[in-house]
């Protein structure tokens, strides 16, 4: 079993930055690949940046450019920075660990809120 934890969420001002966390324990989270998950009210849950076991990432078109994820295997932690936020970026961000192509493991969920 894979228990993740997220945190970095919280109010931001249009353009600002957050930083993502999302630590994992239970298992070794280098193993996996891992997203960054969005859902906003009404809407359905999106993928926003994936990361692969040999660092490979891939983006939503939406947050190309302005979003990075990354990885700490030491720390086994996997990581958003988002810049240059939208308040159409408002949304509960989750984190998952991805086995055989499908998120298998979920956090709780760190809200996000962009607004002036």
């Known amino acids: 079993q894979v228990q993740l934890v997220e945190s970095g969420g919280g109010l931001v001002q249009p353009g600002g930055s957050l930083k993502l966390s999302c630590a994992a324990s239970?298992?070794?989270?280098?193993?996996?690949?891992a997203g960054w998950y969005r859902q906003a009210p009404g809407n359905q849950r999106e993928l926003v940046a994936v990361i692969g076991t040999g660092d490979n990432t891939n983006y939503a078109d939406s947050v190309k450019g302005r979003f990075t994820i990354s990885r700490d295997n030491a720390k086994n932690t996997i990581y958003l920075q988002m810049n240059s936020l939208k308040p159409e970026d408002t949304a509960v961000y989750y984190c998952?660990?991805?086995?055989?192509?499908?998120?298998?493991?979920w956090g709780q969920g760190t809200q996000v809120t962009v607004s002036s």
């Open positions: 998952s660990a991805i086995w055989r192509g499908s998120p298998s493991y």
């Open positions: 239970g298992a070794v989270f280098s193993i996996y690949n």
